[in-house]
């Protein structure tokens, strides 16, 4: 079983970038699509973003295209989300979360194992 561990977070400006990294432990992680996921204080934990196997197919929210961005180094077991043009409404909890396949829907009952979470905070 695949553990996950988030790093990169952190407080920035709105306008600004984070690089958020997800390390995975364990021998799978290679046979696991992964996803991101946030959840802003009072609300549900929504989809942001997935990545399939390969790198070769990614699916976004409509809130994250054209700001985010999610890549995958298979060889260092971790995957990436770079976050630009950050708005204070992107302030919340982020999680990686690994799964069978990346598709539209990013829901999380289809992903089956969780990191713990890291913060970002975008200032206004």
């Known amino acids: 079983q695949v553990q996950l561990v988030e790093s990169g977070g952190g407080l920035v400006q709105a306008g600004g970038s984070v690089r958020l990294s997800c390390t995975a432990s364990?021998?799978?992680?290679?046979?696991?699509?992964m996803g991101w996921f946030r959840q802003a204080p009072g609300k549900e934990r929504e989809g942001v973003v997935c990545i399939s196997i390969d790198g070769g197919k990614t699916s976004y929210k409509d809130f994250a295209k054209g700001r985010f961005t999610i890549s995958r180094d298979n060889a260092k077991n971790t995957a990436y989300l770079q976050m630009n043009s950050l708005k204070p409404e992107d302030t919340g909890v982020y999680y990686c979360?690994?799964?069978?396949?990346?598709?539209?829907?990013?829901?999380?009952?289809?992903?089956?194992?969780w990191g713990q979470g890291t913060q970002v905070t975008v200032s206004s």
């Open positions: 979360a690994a799964t069978y396949y990346c598709n539209d829907y990013i829901s999380i009952t289809e992903y089956i194992n």
């Open positions: 364990g021998p799978t992680f290679s046979n696991n699509a």
